[in-house]
């Protein structure tokens, strides 16, 4: 069982009886020879949980980060993800080995499919490989990213077995309380990518409010509103300085009135694809 408790951040228990950091670090857009700095940076303001991808082509360097960590193995929660291209029994048992060698591990702490390509069903498939994975002991959590409740609905006829989270978009502009919800049904922790709108709704004037009443900036005052509402988030920041403010959100708390406010901000504006249509193929 994973220990990786910081001082700083919650743990929250998953279907599997696991542990997950409330909060980690979002490493999208982060090349390759900068990850290990970035990771060090993480490590040093309070982070336990990175998040990567195959898609993100930095696995070697944050292999390298978790090689120069200056904490033990179990003191990180180290999340990647499956490719489109990679679907399929075969394809990803042979896709997890590659990203295992890469992040340099014996054991992966969360597996995620990272989306399940329109018009294929081989998404089963590869549901089928990640349970085998967990019940070698080579992931501890297995889960899904952008899956709607039919998708999810699929892997359970097919398998009975739940994912441990289901990392969507969700931020103030495009919000999916249906997702969640059902989601919390099923005992499946919503997990919330690009929770920032990535950087693009700060500066809106609810969020300057009521960032100015709680001595805190906008991008503080969602990350705390995800974490009122169960979810975990994974806010992607190259700077130190944001990095730490980011984690800065569990000493406040939002009053109704105020979770409303972000509530009415949803403009049904995605910053990503919709799993309906898009392959990424
Ligand atoms: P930077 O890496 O320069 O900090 P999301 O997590 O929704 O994808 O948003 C990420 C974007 O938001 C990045 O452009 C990141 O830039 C920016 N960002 C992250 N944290 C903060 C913050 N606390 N204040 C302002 N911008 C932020």
Not at 17 to 44: F, Y
Not at 90 to 97: I, L
Not at 119 to 133: P, Q, V
Not at 181 to 189: E, F, L, M, P
Request: aromatic residues 8%; negative net charge.
């Amino acid at each position: 069982m994973t220990s990786v408790s910081s001082p700083d951040i919650p743990l929250l228990t998953l279907n599997d009886g696991s542990s997950i950091p409330a909060l980690g670090l979002g490493l999208w857009k982060i090349d390759d020879a900068g990850a290990a700095a970035v990771m060090q940076e993480g490590v040093r303001a309070g982070y336990r949980l990175f998040d990567t991808a195959a898609m993100y082509n930095n696995e070697a360097g944050v292999g390298a980060g978790i090689a120069q960590a200056s904490l033990p193995r179990d003191k990180l929660f180290i999340t990647t993800k499956l490719w489109n291209s990679r679907h399929g029994y075969d394809e990803t048992m042979r896709a997890f080995d590659e990203s295992m060698i890469k992040l340099r591990l014996d054991y992966l702490d969360m597996y995620l499919i990272h989306w399940p390509v329109a018009g294929s069903e081989k998404y089963i498939d590869s549901w089928k490989a990640f349970i085998e994975l967990r019940a070698s002991g080579r992931i501890r959590s297995i889960g899904v990213s952008n899956f709607l409740a039919c998708h999810i609905e699929r892997l359970l006829e097919e398998t009975g077995v739940a994912p441990a989270v289901n990392q969507i978009e969700y931020h103030p502009v495009f919000q999916q309380p249906d997702l969640a919800a059902y989601n919390a049904s099923k005992n499946i922790r919503t997990e919330c990518w690009a929770p920032l709108g990535r950087g693009a709704v700060l500066e809106r004037p609810e969020l300057l409010a009521l960032a100015a009443a709680h001595g805190k900036s906008p991008a503080q005052i969602i990350l705390r509103w995800h974490f009122d509402q169960g979810f975990i988030v994974i806010p992607k920041s190259a700077n130190p300085e944001r990095m730490r403010q980011n984690l800065a959100v569990f000493d406040f708390t939002l009053a109704p009135g105020e979770r409303a406010v972000l509530a009415s901000m949803h403009a049904g504006q995605r910053t990503g694809g919709d799993p309906m249509t898009f392959t990424g193929l």
